[in-house]
Structure formats: C-alpha cells, structure tokens
C-alpha cells in the first residue's frame, strides 16, 4: 500500500472507529498510526483495538505504528450540588480542599500540591479558559479567587495555570498501571502528557527503557522555556496545540508551532501537530476552509505527521475525516511552492559518519534522477537521519526488525519494509532493488541510492553510499 505524500496521518481510535471494518477503512484511507487514547476505555477495551490493528496490519501488509497517549496530571475540580453554577465577572469564587459538594461561591480542587504554589495575583483557567480566576489570597486549606471572565461551570472541569511550573510528578498512579500494560501490548510509541522540564521525560524514559518511542507533548509554557533539551531527551515531539492554547495567548499559538517543528527537524525528531485539524468535521461531512489551511501550514513547516483526535475517535464521520486530511496533505505536496517553503529551513548535516553519508545520499539522488534512497536500519537511526535532509524522493527502509518499521511509520516519507539484513554487497543491491520494484517504487533500469552500515547488521553504523540500478 504504496502513499503518494511525505506526511503521515495519526488517527485516534474510539467509539466512532474500533471495529475491524472501521479500522481497516482508516488505514486504506490513509491512517499510517493509530492512537490509544488512555484517558477514556479500559485495558480490555484497548487490548481488544490492539489486535484489530495487528490483524489489519497483516491483512494490508503494511507496517502500522500505534501510539499509547498517557493520561498525565489532569488537574480537574470536584462536583457542584446542582450539577453546575454559573460564575459572574467580578464575584468572589474559592478552590479549596473540602470534599463537600460546591457552590456558587466555592468548588474543591483536590490538589493540595497546586494550591501550595498559587500566589497572590496568579491567574487560574477552567473549562479550557473560558472562565478566568485571579487568586487574591490563599492560606493551607484553599485560595480565595476573583472571577475575571464568568460563565457556566460544571462538574470535573479541568483547570490551567499558565505560568506556573506545578509540583506534580510526571507520571501519575493510573500511569503507572497503564504504561507497563500497553508496553506489555507492544505498542510502539509512548504520549507523555503534560511535560513541563526536561526531567519529566527523563523520568519517564527510565520507565519506557527503550521498549517504545517516547513523544513529549508540548502543551505548558514551561515546556516551551525547555524545548531544546526536552527534544534532546524525547524520541519524537508532539504540538499539543489544545492546552498549549489555554495555556498561552491563543495569538500565540501559530508561531510557537512553527518553532517547535522547526527545532523537531532540526534535531531529526519526528514531530506530530495535532488537535482540532478538522475539528468541525466531528459533526460536519466536509471541514472549513480554516481548517483545511491549517492542515496545509503543518505539512508546509515540514512536519512528520497530522493528527485527528474526537474527528476520527468519537466524531460522525471518521473514515471521512481521513480521507479528506490525505487529500489536503496529498495537495499541499503537489504545491509548486512546497519545495521551496521545506528547502526554507534547511537542516545542516552533523559532523559524523550518518549524517554525512545521508545528506550525500539526498546530493546524489536528486543530481542523477534516482527514484528512491534506500537504508538498511536496524534501529532506526539511518532512517532517522535520511528524513531529515527531506529528499525530494521516497525514502524505502529496509528492517529486519518489525518494531523498527512500526515504529518508523510515523516519520515524513518513510516507507517501510520489514525484511532480512544482507550478506553482502551483492545481496545488499539485489535486494534494494527488488522490494523497490516489489512495491511500486521503481522500474527496471532506474536508479536508487542505498545507504547501510557494514558490517551488516550494526546498530548506528551508517558507513556506506552505494549507486545501483534495478534489475530483473
């Protein structure tokens, strides 16, 4: 199932798409990763999806990577009497620890660990920042706020406090029964929610211990003041635009996207932009035209991948919302101006032996007309590096490893194939040669670049360029 687009499609998975049909359609739409949302469903619920995906993947025969979205810190008030209140600007309004059931002039916020931190003239955001507090005074058992912008508030809505790095651990106690099941499952990336330092990932990698990707979400302006090293530390990055745009001036959202990815690529980091790419085809057939530029502006800056949360999860029409986001990222990339806007932002290769070798490989490609680079990986490095030249031909990746190639269907034009390591050079060419006519790459007599490491087999040792031409 060859794709004719760089960019890859993450689907979230829900009530409106975990059958066996459903899915199946998903991935022939154009879904290349599916993504467990685990704040809502069981572990029988999403072993259950697991399978499905495996079982379609054999049935496609084409590699599918599936990304386990960790719940994190949500930080949520507790009940009111009625159901709900209506808070109006400029009334007093208290969060405090008392379990009892809220009011018009008070709700528990059953974290004494935020409320510690929250000082005098700190703003605090409910219902993803449709209402504002400000704090005016707190003391050992609550903060009394005034209501800057009112609304309705009902039960279990979140809460931000933009500005404030909060004394939570990176995983909480439902994480840490979740994460190890869906390792155990075998998925092939980790969402990590929340991050706020550099720590946090570093915490959580000790827990992943290499069995899966690790995607920081960045959704906190602390996050933002670490990107650099948090990019550093995580295996993939992902723009969580939905609380970074309650967190944050909503104004200053579009540019911290392009920074993010632009820091992604420039350290060969897959990065997803997600949330509210189609939002409005959750209860619509066809998106707004908002929408569909917003989409096209993700695939311009040169991100790996687009995600779909509740349009694909819980929406109407999932297949469709599919479907209509490969058609827009197909025509962004059929853009006579796409070139120039990736060539843009140019990623200077490394000073070592991969990187030299894989900027090479995108030189001669493109100089002698080849129709694809092809790497040999074990782990996935070589690939790694070869998207992030971003060549103007596919890229094929040869693995003996199934994880690897899962775990490679996330990265911007990657195709993969899940094949044995080489013997030796003779081998090496025929078989580069064969899974590119194989699966629709390459025609007898064209050319491909061939990039491995030697010996065969090494992790990270990416130490050869070849030039050869398909055969019968």
């Known amino acids: 199932m060859q794709r004719s687009r760089n960019t890859k499609i993450v689907a979230t998975l829900g009530p409106s798409s975990s059958t066996p049909e459903k899915i199946r359609a998903l ?8 993504r467990l949302n685990l704040s809502h469903g069981s572990h029988d619920d999403h072993r259950k999806i697991h399978g499905i995906i495996r079982a379609v993947e054999q049935e496609i025969s084409r590699p599918l990577g599936v990304l386990a979205d960790l719940q994190g810190p949500k930080i949520r008030i507790g009940n009111f009497s009625s159901g709900s209140v209506h808070l109006a600007s400029g009334q007093p309004f208290r969060l405090d620890l008392d379990e009892a059931n809220g009011n018009i002039n008070r709700v528990s916020l059953p974290h004494p660990e935020v409320l ?16 504002r507090l400000e704090v005016t005074k707190g003391d050992a058992k609550g903060v009394d706020c005034t209501v800057i912008v009112g609304g309705d508030l009902s039960d279990h809505k979140g809460v931000n406090i933009p500005g404030v790095v909060l004394p939570l651990q990176a995983l909480t106690p439902k994480d840490l029964i979740d994460l190890p099941f869906v390792l155990d499952l075998g998925v092939d990336w980790i969402g990590l929610s929340f991050v706020q330092r550099a720590e946090n990932v570093a915490e959580v990698r000790k827990h992943v211990a290499g069995r899966a990707g690790l995607m920081a979400k960045i959704e906190k302006p602390s996050a933002i ?48 932009v997600a949330t509210q ?28 991948a687009v995600m779909l949360s509740a349009e694909s999860a819980a929406g109407e029409y999932p297949i469709e919302s599919v479907a209509m986001m490969n058609r827009v990222v197909e025509q962004a990339e059929h853009d006579p101006q796409y070139r120039t806007l990736i060539e843009a932002s140019p990623t200077p290769p490394e000073a070592n032996a991969a990187d030299a070798i894989s900027a090479a490989a995108k030189q001669v490609a493109e100089t002698l007309g080849a129709v694809a680079i092809v790497t040999y990986t074990t782990t996935g490095s070589t690939t790694l590096r ?52 194989e699966e629709g790459f390459a025609e007898y007599g064209e050319r491909l670049v061939i990039t491995a490491g030697v010996p065969f087999g090494t992790p990270g040792a990416t130490n050869v360029l070849r030039i050869s031409v398909v055969r019968k």
Request: proline share 7%; glycine share 8%.
């Open 277 to 304: 790419m189609l939002e409005s085809m959750i209860t619509a057939p066809v998106p707004t035209r908002a929408e569909v530029s917003d989409v096209a502006t993700a695939v311009y800056d040169g991100a790996d």
């Open 386 to 437: 070869a998207a992030r030249q971003r060549p103007t031909v596919p890229i094929l990746a040869l693995t003996p490893i199934m994880a690897t190639a899962r775990r490679l269907s996330i990265l911007w034009g990657v195709h993969c194939i899940p094949t044995n390591d080489p013997r030796d050079f003779g081998e090496m060419v025929e078989r580069a040669g064969f899974q590119a006519h």
């Open 27 to 34: 991935a022939e739409e154009g879904a290349d990763v599916f």
């Open 116 to 131: 510690t931190v929250l000082s005098e003239g700190d703003a605090v955001l409910l219902n993803d920042g449709k209402i």
């Open 225 to 272: 003041d670490e990107l650099d090293h948090i990019i550093e530390l995580a295996d993939g990055i992902m723009v969580a635009r939905g609380d970074l745009g309650v967190e944050v001036p909503v104004e200053e959202v579009p540019g911290l996207q392009k920074k993010i990815v632009r820091a992604a690529r420039a350290a060969g980091k897959p990065v997803v």
